[in-house]
């Protein structure tokens, strides 16, 4: 009886990768985490986690890492690292990545990819996803790209709204949108290495109906005493900002256009998909008070 194969994991040492590990450990799969050279792997290696060396940048060091998989699943995104090497990580990086599973014989990649990424070619970090999944595809790699909306979890990066009172936000208050909870993401994605999925088949992932920030706010002040409010930077000043800056800070040009694209009203997932292949999609009020309740509320 052979033992069973890993499934590697890059983007392991970041937030949503932290907690796709961790999912695959709670089915009994074995993991290997790609881990750039002088990054610490200790909390991985204290989990059993198999740690193989290499860069997105460094194609030879992503076959190694490919070599004897029974799945990758890949959460790295540079535009969230906002450092010099972040348009390489998502240009280049992603097209090493492509080449290096075509040459590793991968059975199934499951690339986090990011939703209506295919009708914003004016949003580069969704363009750059649309592009990686159009490379896998070009290469015949066996692929499935999962698309989550907006992760709702960001709205605690200023803090607890709950106990604050307000949620920081920037564009339209109105606008309805998709969005998901981080940690029901790493369970789709960890489901999606042994889903009966078609190859090259892009899952929408998002909450049973699209809502608004203002919409959200609503629903998250039923956890709390107080009276949630929504102060958000107008889109037009963004705009402005991402102009100014763009040169500089790449991060706020791309932040504007983003902000452009909710305002349309058009990101919104169908989660048919995603209720085939998952299960029950979650209501916004479940996954609110389930966010709610993580943080003490």
């Not at 709205?155 to 604050?164: A, I, L, S, Y």
């Not at 606008?175 to 290495?193: C, E, K, N, R, W």
């Amino acid at each position: 009886m052979t033992e069973e194969q890993p499934v590697l994991v890059v983007g392991a040492t970041g937030y949503l990768g932290g907690q796709v590990v961790d999912e695959l450990l709670s089915r009994g799969k074995r993991v290997r985490a790609l881990v750039r050279p002088k990054s610490d792997a200790g909390k991985l290696e204290a989990k059993g986690v198999e740690i193989a060396r290499g860069d997105m940048l460094d194609a030879g060091s992503l076959v190694t890492a490919m070599t004897g998989v029974a799945a990758v699943i890949s959460t790295a995104a540079g535009y969230t690292r906002n450092d010099r090497n972040a348009e390489a990580i998502d240009t280049f990086g992603y097209a090493n990545f492509a080449v290096a599973a075509n040459l590793a014989g991968v059975p199934r990649v499951v690339l986090i990819s990011i939703l209506t990424c295919d009708q914003t070619p004016h949003v580069p970090h969704f363009w750059h996803k649309k592009l990686a999944e159009d490379k896998l595809e070009e290469l015949g790699v066996p692929f499935v790209a999962i698309r989550p909306g907006a992760f709702f979890d960001m709205v605690t990066q200023m803090g607890d709204p709950f106990e604050k009172g307000r949620i920081m936000w920037f564009g339209s208050k109105g606008a309805p949108l998709s969005f998901v909870l981080t940690s029901d993401l790493a369970g789709y994605l960890a489901d999606a290495v042994d889903a009966d999925v078609a190859e090259g088949e892009r899952v929408d992932i998002g909450w049973s109906r699209p809502v608004s920030i203002l919409e959200a706010a609503k629903l998250a002040s039923v956890h709390t005493d107080k009276d949630i409010k929504v102060m958000s930077m107008p889109t037009s000043v963004l705009r402005v900002v991402g102009k100014i800056t763009g040169r500089f800070m790449p991060l706020m040009k791309d932040m504007a256009a983003m902000a452009t694209w909710f305002d349309t009203g058009r990101y919104v997932a169908d989660t048919s998909s995603q209720a085939r292949l998952f299960g029950p999609v979650p209501t916004p009020e479940d996954a609110i008070a389930r966010l709610a309740a993580r943080m003490g509320h």
